[in-house]
């Protein structure tokens, strides 16, 4: 039988402790409720990790035991030590999975894999937003219908200065007028980076069957590849396939 | 447990009767050494067909009932008929994974899917072939090293008219001087096309350790995903989300 | 001074003669307007062809001599040549640009350079659509602002049966719940292809200045390279770099 | 007349004051072969800044009137401050053009902008070098052939950590046995940038005419657009198209 894939879930887990209206949506923290959704199923084992622990829970050996880390941030991205950050880029070329949700896009780690600011244009109205499916042969459209609903969201609008996905998966319609690529895919190295931008701490987003199951499949997606090199970072001088002679 | 891939194999099976050298090499035809390989494997199924059958073996029915089809075409690509090609196209369209070998690359059902002549230079001195590995977060990696070598091959080289994969998973270097873009996947409608160049009539290819594995990686990367739409020719008209007024 | 791009535009030109609502519009066919707006640039000169001459307007000498071939089709696709698609094909692939316009989603030329059904969803009420631009390093993105709006439209929705575009532009927003990848690049042998959806044969769309500047831009972007190749349909067997012994 | 393309070629400048073999071939320095060829240009201006001077000699005055960034690097990639780095990370974003060369692979500002560890395979044994066009419809290769030989170069090999380009140009073939993207364009922000492997601070190469070429070709693609947006990073809350009732 094959290994289960390893998820650690990281949330920042700050509002959940002081804001009324995200202790009653998520009172354990958002990170609880994607664990729970997510190691209900028989191929995945979860633990979480929270920045306020030592290491921000992720040492060198939480990470070499991940196979994917999904990422939730939001009002504290500056608090995030850059020794961490580094390791977690490392991490990720070397094979681990990067899920990045919601306001994670403005995190540390997700503005260093891409390269670009990541910045958006936002909404805060509780529209309606639908979700289309655009790359329908991606292993995280399994299961999903040609669009899902969901009723209330904060709105998520292009530009998204991200560079080009190397899958686009899912593209986003507000209610009050804007577009965004919700769903993106990159392979970074050894690792795949996937953001995910429905989700929000005041709403039940995370909660919606469609929403789980985009992200169950994000995690399959995901998951390392058992294929060439183990350290990405390495430059070496190598010999030439046989010897030849080179006239100057 | 998950249902198994269904793989069918087409062989033009035309040189495999006459010419001394293939059918010392594959006496039974390619298909068959390759459905060998790959049935194999616990999680996949196997069936075969070929040129000279009625429909060339790809009834309805067997495409209906095929995940994956891999193909293998010659000297005979003419001899396919359109409405077959038209066939295959709708459904692959409509989810199954589509594998091109070697000279399959001027057969009609690639020229049809990639929308270019798949015209490329070649070389048949049996030269060396070095296989390197480009996108080792891509399935198609797994359990490969960095490059693999295929001590003699034909050579197939640059420029390959081919759209620009969507995935370039594999280049090759030739002893004589020419690359070539040697592993590429597309995501067509709900299918997947991967094509994959080593390989060859004459020379033992298809029985090398790394070759196979590629194959294999190909179908499990290929086989369908369950999810949106049943026929993705239809053009529906819909209505609105709700209803609004339209001033003119 | 550089040589002027010599655009091509064809137009079916069918409705334009006998539906009321489309004359009123575009009395002398849509061909003529989009030909005077872009003839109105001094680097661009412009001549126009219709489905109704013969060999429709796009003989050897004409494609010969186009850089850019505009395509205007709705009703009468099926009326196209074969033959004549089979030209203009090679034509692109050896380096004219095509653009395709709103309709021209379902003619044979696209759907052949896709390999795709080019299929959508569509729903004519006259909505609002907002065109966002997407990828704003791209040439087709020059003088444009972060949106445009067009008032009235025909809505064109995902899921767009189309290959992953090269480049992604655009993505338009509509009032009833859709959204659509509306203005999308690739690269085809040694010429270009971009599809720009906005547009209708009753509504003054190509009047609209943004849309004009989008369709000038696009010619720009798709006026041929002077690089490598006479003919992408070559398959020539080309000798080695140097003589070298192959040990069997 | 339009606008002369405003280019700064930025050297490390340190191997040309210390290194015989350097100062053989480029005694003035790298970027003073560079300016010079590309200044020969009637729509190319052309300005240089080395490591050395204040601020690398990029303030923010030069970088706001620099179209494209010529990046040479090689010994002292570790001595360029990160502020200077953060700098023209948010002019390229905001639109001015990059193009890295050879040995930058390992510069700040490139692994910045990929957000991968930019390694690779080399060798130096001043080998032949094969530059085969890949995308042969891109304005980069524009009055090149085929492919064009450097008769002795430093090996530059696969795996190189770089995301998947946007626009694969180049592959070369060497002959010890490797292969390279040795071409490769990305939008980032608005900005775009180009990296070409070939060139070397002891071998001519930048002597040679296709590679002369290509750089004056990469200076024209990434030449910056006028279009949207003047600052990327900012996030803006906005407005709906129009109001709407939310129902919870």
Redesign the interface.
């Known amino acids: 039988m094959a290994a289960k894939i390893r998820v650690t879930v990281w949330n920042e887990f700050r509002h959940e402790k002081t804001h009324e209206a995200v202790i009653k949506v998520y009172p354990e923290g958002i990170h609880k409720v994607i664990a729970g959704f997510l190691g209900a199923n028989p191929d995945i084992v979860t633990r979480t990790a929270t920045l306020d622990e030592p290491e921000h829970g992720l040492t060198t050996e939480v990470l070499a035991n991940t196979d994917v880390l999904i990422w939730w941030g939001h009002m504290a991205h500056h608090e995030v030590k850059d020794e961490i950050v580094d390791r977690v ?1 490392q991490r990720v ?1 070397n ?1 681990m999975g990067l899920i990045v949700l919601h306001s994670g896009h ?1 995190s540390k780690i997700f503005r ?6 990541c ?10 937003e ?1 979700v ?8 995280i ?6 669009y899902f609903e969901i009723p ?1 969201v904060e709105m998520y ?3 998204f ?1 991200i ?2 996905p ?3 998966v899912f ?9 965004f ?1 919700s769903g993106c895919c ?7 980076v996937f953001y995910f931008s429905s989700g929000h701490e005041t709403l039940p987003i995370y909660y919606q069957k469609e929403v789980q199951q985009v992200i169950t499949n994000g995690v399959r997606w995901a998951a390392p ?5 183990s350290d ?11 010897e ?1 002679e ?1 006239e ?1």
Not at 141 to 146: D, F, P, Q, V
């Open positions: 880029q070329l094979g403005f260093r894999m891409m390269g670009t600011s910045s958006l244009r936002w909404r805060e109205v509780g529209e309606r639908r289309w499916a655009i790359d329908v042969a991606h292993p459209a399994e299961g999903l219908g040609e209330h609008g292009e530009r200065d560079p080009q190397d899958e686009l593209i986003s319609w507000y209610q009050g007028g804007e577009v690529r990159w392979h970074r190295g050894k690792g795949k590849v058992n294929g060439p090199y990405m970072s390495r430059c070496p001088m190598v010999p030439a396939i046989e030849f080179v100057k």
